[in-house]
């Protein structure tokens, strides 16, 4: 398999590992026949940080971006190409899809018996505690802007794989305690929308709606948020000093 070959599976195989990890701890919270049943919001937190760590770790082949937003900021500051991005895009996709899928073969048993369609839903993905379109989506931006901007400066505008598992890890928990009340903090376009298709997709018994009209704000959200992370640390950041 020639380099970029790897790279892509390299994204596929970290993205899955980082949505498997983070959607359990949320399937672990949420449905309730599990022992994790309402174990709260921080148990949420730190897992989705541990999921990213495991993620990141595994990744390093291809810089351990295993986010949308991530790649587009590489490609804005010039480490990688407008094609790598979209492959790092589809990779990215296909990973957070498998991740979504094994998540359920692993609860499958606690999704059937799960009587609230919504807890089912949000396991998958993310959704507002108050429903403002508008205002998720800004809260959305700022707190990939942060995630993106950090890691930017840590690594001199380089790759998060640079930076290291374990402060990327304790960042995405700083966000997700102290940015992910209004949204659930997806802050990763693949995070959102790859569990949302799964959810779709797979045979869940009793599921319900996908919440198709709210899915373009994590998306576009994040997007927004890692381009402008991009364009202002060439400014404000000593990148490549």
Same mark, same amino acid.
């Given at each position: 398999m020639d380099g970029i070959g790897i790279k892509f599976l390299s994204?596929? $195989? /970290?993205?899955a590992v980082l949505v498997l990890l983070g959607t359990g701890v949320v399937a672990n919270v949420a449905l309730t026949k599990t022992k994790g049943f309402a =174990? /709260?919001? #921080?148990?949420?937190? %730190? &897992?989705w940080g541990l999921a990213v760590?495991? &993620? $990141?770790?595994? *990744?390093?082949? *291809?810089?351990a971006h295993l986010n949308p937003a991530v790649s587009l900021a590489q490609f804005i500051l010039g480490n990688i190409s407008f094609g790598t991005m979209l492959l790092y895009w589809l990779a990215q996709m !296909? /990973? =957070? $899809? !498998? /991740? =979504?899928? #094994?998540?359920w073969l692993a609860y499958r048993q606690h999704f059937d018996q799960e009587p609230d369609p919504a807890a089912k839903l949000g396991v998958f993905s993310t959704g507002p505690a108050i429903r403002n379109y508008a205002w998720n989506l800004v809260t959305e931006i700022i707190g990939t802007f942060v995630l993106v901007f950090v890691i930017i400066a840590f690594t001199n505008g380089k790759t998060p794989a640079q930076l290291g598992a374990i402060p990327v890890a304790f #960042? $995405? %928990?700083a966000i997700g305690v102290s940015l992910g009340g209004p949204t659930g903090? =997806? +802050?990763n376009p693949a995070r959102d929308l790859?569990?949302? +298709?799964a959810h779709a997709i797979l045979p869940i018994r009793g599921k319900g709606s996908n919440d198709w009209a709210y899915a373009w704000v994590p998306v576009v959200g994040p997007l927004v948020g890692g381009a402008l992370a991009a364009v202002l640390s060439v400014a404000l950041l000593p990148i490549g000093s």
């Amino acid at each position: 398999m020639d380099g970029i070959g790897i790279k892509f599976l390299s994204e596929v $195989v /970290g993205t899955a590992v980082l949505v498997l990890l983070g959607t359990g701890v949320v399937a672990n919270v949420a449905l309730t026949k599990t022992k994790g049943f309402a =174990a /709260g919001t #921080l148990m949420v937190t %730190i &897992g989705w940080g541990l999921a990213v760590f495991a &993620g $990141v770790t595994v *990744s390093y082949k *291809s810089g351990a971006h295993l986010n949308p937003a991530v790649s587009l900021a590489q490609f804005i500051l010039g480490n990688i190409s407008f094609g790598t991005m979209l492959l790092y895009w589809l990779a990215q996709m !296909i /990973g =957070a $899809v !498998i /991740g =979504a899928a #094994l998540c359920w073969l692993a609860y499958r048993q606690h999704f059937d018996q799960e009587p609230d369609p919504a807890a089912k839903l949000g396991v998958f993905s993310t959704g507002p505690a108050i429903r403002n379109y508008a205002w998720n989506l800004v809260t959305e931006i700022i707190g990939t802007f942060v995630l993106v901007f950090v890691i930017i400066a840590f690594t001199n505008g380089k790759t998060p794989a640079q930076l290291g598992a374990i402060p990327v890890a304790f #960042l $995405v %928990i700083a966000i997700g305690v102290s940015l992910g009340g209004p949204t659930g903090y =997806a +802050i990763n376009p693949a995070r959102d929308l790859g569990p949302r +298709i799964a959810h779709a997709i797979l045979p869940i018994r009793g599921k319900g709606s996908n919440d198709w009209a709210y899915a373009w704000v994590p998306v576009v959200g994040p997007l927004v948020g890692g381009a402008l992370a991009a364009v202002l640390s060439v400014a404000l950041l000593p990148i490549g000093s």
